[in-house]
């Protein structure tokens, strides 16, 4: 199983202090990653401290807005200078959603979707391939995270754009795959599907109609999308990219 080891390898997670940001994290620290997180909250201290303790790697969070090319850039550089210039694996994991009708939607609600799925998650990838490259990384693998949405219609929710966003996604991976090949960079993407988590937990109607979508009759767990990432940052995908994962519970194939 040494292939699956992330041992002395540094990963940034956007969007990471929480839901299944934190979960890919926690998956890339059990592995020996380093861990950078970037996100607009810093996740409590019992969380990241649990990270150092439980897999004893090194840990850092950074205020970063995904949406801000300088707020990326900085975080970027500081990265940089904590983990001594290294970086092998990149989460693009932040993401917003929104339940607003097609004829509804306005640009402020676009525009805001946009930015933190599309372009945020586009630029954060653009930056770390740089980094990977300067560092000379043998292992580079970035990871987007997408969604079912980029594959169908959301039948519990009224949302175009945010589908629109993550197909938007799953698009640009296989072309910057096929640019960051020459630098021994793989590009692949995660398409979680129904997943428990801070967001969705108040929305108990939401989640049992989750439930008898899915082949698997229960929605999953951030835990349950973790090995994915896992499996595409390390070694034991070294023939995957230009891909797309789905850890849906067979709700797309239903």
């Not at 890339?28 to 997180?37: D, K």
């Not at 807005?65 to 975080?75: A, Q, R």
């Not at 795959?177 to 108990?204: C, D, H, K, Q, W």
Request: with cysteine.
């Amino acid at each position: 199983m040494s292939k699956f080891s992330l041992q002395g390898r540094v990963a940034i997670v956007t969007g990471g202090a929480r839901g299944c940001g934190l979960a890919f994290a926690d998956g890339l620290a059990e592995a020996g990653a380093e861990i950078a997180i970037f996100d607009l909250i810093s996740p409590s201290g019992t969380e990241l401290e649990d990270l150092v303790s439980k897999h004893r790697v090194k840990a850092r969070s950074y205020i970063v807005d995904v949406t801000s090319l300088s707020s990326l850039e900085k975080g970027f550089a500081s990265v940089k200078a904590d983990f001594g210039g290294k970086l092998d694996i990149l989460v693009a994991c932040a993401g917003v959603n929104r339940n607003v009708h097609f004829l509804d939607t306005n640009e402020m609600d676009f525009e805001r979707l946009y930015n933190v799925n599309c372009k945020g998650v586009y630029f954060a990838a653009k930056l770390a391939a740089q980094a990977m490259i300067a560092n000379g990384t043998k292992c580079g693998s970035i990871i987007l995270v997408a969604s079912i949405a980029s594959h169908m219609a959301i039948r519990s929710q009224r949302s175009t754009a945010y589908c629109g966003t993550k197909g938007a996604v799953r698009a640009m991976v296989a072309p910057i795959a096929a640019e960051l090949n020459e630098y021994r960079i793989r590009v692949n993407s995660v398409s979680p599907g129904y997943v428990r988590t801070a967001m969705t937990a108040p929305f108990p109607h939401l989640l049992d109609g989750w439930k008898d979508e899915t082949m698997s009759q229960r929605v999953a767990e951030p835990d349950d999308i973790k090995g994915a990432c896992v499996f595409l940052a390390s070694d034991a995908s070294m023939y995957c990219t230009g891909t797309d994962i789905l850890v849906d519970g067979g709700v797309t194939k239903w």
